[in-house]
């Protein structure tokens, strides 16, 4: 089955740039979307079809996808941005969807 | 602007029915596909099911053999029932909505969640 893997942990100083991965075989030949999720919250959609900003996510959030690695980039990292990040795509085969393990980003 | 409201019992004892239900405002109920996502404490995000305006409907396979996602459409709402619950289904349970194109059967983003539902299942 396809499956997405993200490390559960990330650290970034404030002002440099995060990167978060998601990793799944043949990931560049869908779609992948991302979402953030603060504590107590509902995950937030941040990036969808790879690298689209829905309206009112700030530039400093990027996304990109090839082989078989998505990643989420946040330029100039503020501390409003300490969450947890999601990414998922659609399995076509069964349409089903499919969420990586979530990667916890800590900015300090 | 689209709103989710979901509702339902947030303690079960083993073995009981999990019940929600989840109703749409503000936006069209047959152009988006709706779906049940769940949460457990601390761990990740896990897609349950969907279901389109037509009925059609489809399954995590791990949990198709328990799982019923209905709609009513005149309601503008749709519901999860997940049977035989045991500690492993504690969760906060999410509703979405899923854009794409329904004709087509393509899918999109979750754009829109729920405030969620924490279901505790205890003896």
């Known amino acids: 089955s396809f499956e997405l893997t993200q490390a559960p942990s990330v650290s970034v100083s404030p002002g440099q740039s995060a990167s978060i991965t998601c990793s799944g075989d043949k990931l560049g030949e869908r779609y992948t979307y991302w979402y953030q999720q603060k504590p107590g919250q509902s995950p937030v959609l941040i990036i969808f079809?790879?690298?689209k900003r829905p309206s009112g996510i700030p530039e400093r959030f990027s996304g990109s996808n090839s082989g078989n690695t998505a990643t989420l980039t946040i330029s100039g990292t503020q501390t409003m941005d300490e969450a947890d990040y999601h990414c998922q795509a659609w399995d076509i085969t069964t349409t089903t969807a499919v969420f990586g393990g979530g990667t916890k980003l800590t900015v300090l | 602007q689209v709103q989710l409201q979901q509702w339902g019992a947030g303690l079960l004892k083993p073995s009981e029915t999990l019940s929600l239900t989840c109703v749409v405002s503000g936006g069209s109920f047959s152009d988006y596909y709706w779906s049940w996502i769940r949460q457990p404490p601390g761990k990740g995000l896990e897609w349950i099911g969907e279901i389109d305006h037509s009925g059609s409907t489809y399954y995590k396979p791990s949990l198709k053999s328990r799982v019923t996602i209905s709609a009513d459409t005149s309601k503008n709402q749709f519901s999860l029932k997940l049977s035989s619950v045991t500690a492993a289904d504690m969760a906060v349970y999410y509703c979405?909505?899923?854009?794409?194109?329904?004709?087509?059967?393509?899918?999109?983003?979750?754009?829109?969640w729920g405030r969620g539902t924490m279901v505790t299942v205890s003896s």
């Open positions: 079809q790879d690298n």
């Open positions: 979405a909505r899923a854009s794409g194109e329904v004709n087509t059967g393509w899918h999109d983003a979750f754009d829109i």
